[in-house]
């Protein structure tokens, strides 16, 4: 075959160093970001603190600096009584009440979470549950899939023969929620998983290539001795073993099993002359320039070595600052489109919680899911009504009888404000509460009932008039 040369033109997608960074700060949470913030001041000289940051107290005009929600005005505003895991006694400093399931998530409610907003048969469903049980605490698959088969055909008589591919099929769902690559079955898979979420370029092709075929002999020969094997550039095979290193072979490493000591609010939604103003809480974040003296010395030094040096931290230092900017507009963006959608539940309560899933934010943004999800992952806000995970304001949708739409959270509202109002001497069955929630339009199975009760920690009609017995 004769050998020749040819001149052509192409474009390509590349993922650079500060896309990849400004999505790894989007899912740090704030306090891992106070943490990364230090650690770049420690490394980067062309990063500083600025002492004097220009701040707006109460009284200044925020007008132009955040977003507005406009609502009607109320004759009443918020009233801080004792609800479901509100107290007004759990104060942050700033008469926000606290929730006291404000705690850091472990990796299987972070997972159900997700499941439960994603449409599917109730059997995947059963399937979907039945993997992540078998998920690990480094986020790796812990079963093969002939136990997972096993486990969820084990005693039940099913309609239709479950075969290895619909465990297969729900299983690549799972492993593309957050964090990527979750449920994989090996190393190999969860990279791969990872490397097909990213934009398709020369480099992306070239890691799955390396990580299909090579990622053994890649730890072993090195970037030189893979370039030989597969006759590809050094710099080729570099650029693509930067990609491999920033992607997670342990995605499940990045949920505690520990409860947060505290939590410090993202957001915090507030209410002056009508308007409701959803504002970026960056008293807990140091603010960060460049150092001008520094920076000044790029262009002025003679010594090659030191310029070099310093305009390498001085790009670093830049895109630092402009990850943090996106993050912090990608998180205002998403918390103000959260408030609109969820207005009535800031006005009335839990009662009035809509359905909401991460794709219908994702289409009024015009983002992707993921990227959704990783904003609201371990981000709060503050709010009159206390202090939420972005993730409590997104649940599943059941269905009314007059065709409508209601949120899980609403139900449990009603089914809490329910048995509250109940006579002590007569609590109400499940079947009771199922009857009475069907009369205001709600319909529900039993079970459900029973589940979401559970959830709630109230025990059975039976428990219920014993204790009151008593």
Same mark, same amino acid.
């Given at each position: 075959?004769?050998?020749?040369?040819?001149?052509?033109?192409?474009?390509?997608?590349?993922?650079?160093?500060?896309?990849?960074?400004?999505?790894?700060?989007?899912?740090?949470?704030?306090?891992?970001?106070?943490?990364?913030?230090?650690?770049?001041?420690?490394?980067?000289?062309?990063?500083?603190?600025?002492?004097?940051?220009?701040?707006?107290?109460?009284?200044?005009?925020?007008?132009?600096?955040?977003?507005?929600v406009q609502v009607e005005q109320k004759a009443?505003?918020?009233?801080?009584? $004792?609800?479901?895991?509100?107290?007004?006694?759990?104060?942050?400093?700033?008469?926000?009440?606290?929730r006291d399931d404000a705690a850091e998530e472990?990796?299987?409610?972070?997972?159900?979470?997700?499941?439960?907003?994603?449409?599917?048969?109730?059997?995947?469903?059963?399937?979907?549950?039945?993997?992540?049980?078998?998920?690990?605490?480094?986020?790796?698959?812990?079963?093969?899939?002939?136990?997972?088969?096993?486990?969820?055909?084990?005693?039940?008589?099913?309609?239709?023969?479950?075969?290895?591919?619909?465990?297969?099929?729900?299983?690549?769902r799972i492993q593309k929620f957050d964090p990527?690559?979750?449920?994989?079955?090996?190393?190999?898979?969860?990279?791969?998983?990872?490397? $097909?979420?990213?934009?398709?370029?020369?480099?992306?092709?070239?890691?799955?290539?390396?990580?299909?075929?090579?990622?053994?002999?890649?730890?072993?020969?090195?970037?030189?001795?893979?370039?030989?094997?597969?006759?590809?550039?050094?710099?080729?095979?570099?650029?693509?073993?930067?990609?491999?290193?920033?992607?997670?072979?342990?995605?499940?490493?990045?949920?505690?099993?520990?409860?947060?000591?505290?939590?410090?609010?993202?957001?915090?939604?507030?209410?002056?002359?009508?308007?409701?103003?959803?504002?970026?809480?960056?008293?807990?974040?140091?603010?960060?320039?460049?150092?001008?003296?520094?920076?000044?010395?790029?262009?002025?030094?003679?010594?090659?070595?030191?310029?070099?040096?310093?305009?390498?931290?001085?790009?670093?230092?830049?895109?630092?600052?402009?990850?943090?900017? $996106?993050?912090?507009?990608?998180?205002?963006?998403?918390?103000?489109?959260?408030?609109?959608?969820?207005?009535?539940?800031?006005?009335?309560?839990?009662?009035?919680?809509?359905?909401?899933?991460?794709?219908?934010?994702?289409?009024?943004?015009?983002?992707?899911?993921?990227?959704?999800?990783?904003?609201?992952?371990?981000?709060?806000?503050?709010?009159?009504?206390?202090?939420?995970?972005?993730?409590?304001?997104?649940?599943?949708?059941?269905?009314?009888?007059?065709?409508?739409?209601?949120? $899980?959270?609403?139900?449990?509202?009603?089914?809490?404000?329910?048995?509250?109002?109940?006579?002590?001497?007569?609590?109400?069955?499940?079947?009771?509460?199922?009857?009475?929630?069907?009369?205001?339009?709600?319909?529900?199975?039993?079970?459900?009932?029973?589940?979401?009760?559970?959830?709630?920690?109230?025990?059975?009609?039976?428990?219920?008039?014993?204790?009151?017995?008593?």
């Amino acid at each position: 075959m004769k050998q020749s040369l040819h001149i052509g033109l192409g474009q390509q997608l590349r993922m650079t160093p500060q896309l990849q960074q400004a999505i790894r700060l989007l899912q740090l949470s704030s306090i891992d970001l106070q943490q990364e913030i230090q650690e770049c001041l420690y490394s980067n000289p062309l990063l500083e603190v600025d002492e004097n940051p220009e701040t707006l107290d109460e009284t200044g005009d925020i007008d132009a600096e955040f977003p507005k929600v406009q609502v009607e005005q109320k004759a009443e505003d918020f009233e801080y009584s $004792s609800r479901d895991g509100v107290t007004p006694s759990q104060s942050s400093g700033n008469d926000f009440p606290v929730r006291d399931d404000a705690a850091e998530e472990s990796l299987k409610d972070h997972l159900c979470w997700q499941l439960n907003l994603t449409t599917m048969s109730p059997l995947d469903r059963e399937i979907g549950l039945t993997i992540i049980d078998a998920v690990d605490n480094s986020g790796l698959l812990s079963s093969s899939i002939e136990d997972l088969l096993q486990s969820v055909t084990g005693g039940e008589d099913l309609e239709e023969e479950l075969e290895e591919d619909d465990v297969l099929s729900v299983l690549y769902r799972i492993q593309k929620f957050d964090p990527p690559g979750v449920a994989a079955r090996d190393l190999k898979e969860c990279l791969l998983v990872q490397l $097909s979420l990213l934009p398709e370029t020369g480099a992306v092709e070239t890691a799955v290539d390396l990580v299909e075929r090579h990622l053994e002999a890649l730890t072993k020969l090195g970037l030189e001795g893979i370039s030989k094997r597969i006759r590809r550039p050094v710099e080729e095979i570099e650029e693509a073993y930067q990609v491999i290193k920033s992607l997670n072979p342990k995605p499940g490493y990045s949920f505690s099993s520990e409860n947060s000591d505290y939590i410090v609010p993202d957001l915090s939604l507030v209410k002056k002359e009508g308007i409701w103003t959803v504002i970026l809480n960056n008293n807990s974040m140091p603010k960060l320039r460049l150092n001008e003296q520094y920076a000044n010395m790029v262009k002025e030094t003679d010594q090659p070595q030191t310029r070099d040096y310093l305009r390498s931290n001085l790009q670093e230092a830049k895109w630092f600052l402009r990850s943090i900017e $996106s993050r912090n507009d990608t998180l205002l963006r998403v918390g103000q489109a959260i408030v609109e959608y969820q207005m009535e539940f800031f006005e009335e309560g839990e009662e009035s919680m809509k359905p909401l899933i991460l794709k219908d934010i994702a289409e009024k943004l015009e983002l992707h899911e993921s990227t959704i999800s990783r904003a609201t992952s371990q981000k709060y806000m503050a709010s009159p009504r206390g202090v939420f995970e972005l993730k409590y304001f997104f649940s599943s949708q059941l269905a009314t009888s007059s065709g409508g739409e209601c949120s $899980s959270t609403a139900i449990r509202a009603l089914i809490s404000k329910l048995v509250k109002a109940e006579n002590p001497k007569k609590p109400l069955s499940d079947n009771a509460l199922t009857a009475q929630l069907a009369e205001e339009g709600v319909v529900v199975a039993r079970r459900t009932i029973a589940k979401y009760r559970e959830m709630l920690s109230i025990p059975p009609s039976s428990q219920r008039k014993r204790l009151i017995g008593e």
